[in-house]
């Protein structure tokens, strides 16, 4: 099974920046792609950015768009999602998880096989 361990989360001021890390269970970050997720309590997980590993596609969600980024650290097996000019309604705990690709895309939805991690809890507030 495909796990990844999150971290980096933590209380922020608006405006500010944060840098989460997932890192591979496996040898090598192993999954066709790999999608962040967050989840705010009593409400579904939403998809936030994911990347293609093999074409290096990368999606973001409207909400996010210039504010997050993606990025690959392949010799520690780490996937970095880095926020700035943070909100509140950034306010989550944020999940990597292996995702669908497909036709050098990807896909905000768990494969079969992978496993959610424990997360890391973002809180952005005054």
């Known amino acids: 099974q495909l796990q990844f361990v999150e971290s980096g989360g933590g209380l922020v001021q608006p405006g500010g920046s944060l840098r989460l890390s997932c890192v591979a269970s496996?040898?090598?970050?192993?999954?066709?792609?790999i999608g962040w997720f967050r989840q705010i309590p009593g409400k579904d997980r939403e998809g936030v950015s994911c990347?293609?590993?093999?074409?290096?596609?990368?999606n973001y969600v409207d909400s996010v768009k210039g504010r997050f980024t993606l990025s690959r650290d392949d010799a520690k097996r780490t996937l970095y999602l880095q926020m700035h000019s943070l909100k509140p309604e950034d306010t989550a705990v944020y999940f990597c998880?292996?995702?669908?690709?497909?036709?050098?895309?990807?896909?905000?939805?768990?494969?079969?096989?992978?496993?959610w991690g424990q997360g890391t809890q973002v809180i952005v507030s005054s």
């Open positions: 998880v292996a995702v669908v690709a497909r036709d050098g895309f990807c896909i905000y939805r768990k494969i079969a096989t992978a496993k």
């Open positions: 496996e040898f090598t970050l192993g999954a066709s792609a």
């Open positions: 990347i293609n590993n093999r074409t290096s596609f990368a």
